[in-house]
Each structure stands twice: as structure tokens, then as C-alpha cells.
């Protein structure tokens, strides 16, 4: 298909979905989605917390992006919340491990 590259290596067989240059709006619209349920899942949150929360949100959007197989997998809304949970998870296990952060 046009437009689309190559996976690398260890992704054999699969075509890259993600434009960075076309993607930013709609990137930019995922973090906002994420900040909310961050903020919805802490409704009586810290100030800190609050500061804290742009940054959550980039680092777990920057995840969703790479991980989704497809545009429209990256933007369903109604599996947002468990992708979420699912990139937490690995992210705490990691950590947990003594390793750096996935991806």
C-alpha cells in the first residue's frame, strides 16, 4: 500500500501504519482522552499528581502508538481503558525487574 513502510525486523510480515507528521492531531486528541481517564480514575488527585499528568499521558499514548496494529485498534475508545491497563502493568513489571521501561 502506498504510504506505509516496512516493519522492522521484529515485526516480520507486518506493515508500519503510523505517520508521525499525518497522526499528530489525532495523537494530540489521544492524550487528551488519556488525561481525562487518568484524571476520572483520581477524581480527588494531588496537585502533584495533576503536574504529573501530561507527561503520564505522553509516555502512555507514545506506547499505545507503537503497539497498535492499525489506526483504527489505536483509536478504538472502547479498549482504551484496558490498552491502558495492559501498558501499566508491563510498565510496573519492568520496573519491578530492575530493567528499563519497555519500548
Not at 510480515?13 to 492524550?31: C, F, K, L, S
Request: aromatic share 6%; hydrophobic share 30%; with cysteine.
Amino acid at each position: 500500500m502506498m504510504g506505509r513502510q516496512a516493519m522492522p525486523p521484529q515485526y516480520p510480515g507486518r506493515v508500519r501504519w503510523q505517520d508521525p507528521q499525518r497522526d499528530n492531531q489525532i495523537r494530540r486528541e489521544m492524550i487528551a482522552q488519556i488525561v481525562h481517564l487518568l484524571k476520572e480514575s483520581k477524581p480527588n488527585c494531588s496537585k502533584e499528581f495533576l503536574q504529573k499528568l501530561p507527561g503520564m499521558a505522553k509516555r502512555l499514548e507514545d506506547k499505545l502508538y507503537r503497539y497498535a496494529s492499525s489506526a483504527e485498534d489505536y483509536t478504538n475508545k472502547s479498549t482504551l481503558r484496558a490498552r491502558l491497563q495492559r501498558i501499566a502493568i508491563q510498565i510496573s513489571q519492568t520496573a519491578n525487574a530492575g530493567g528499563p521501561p519497555p519500548g
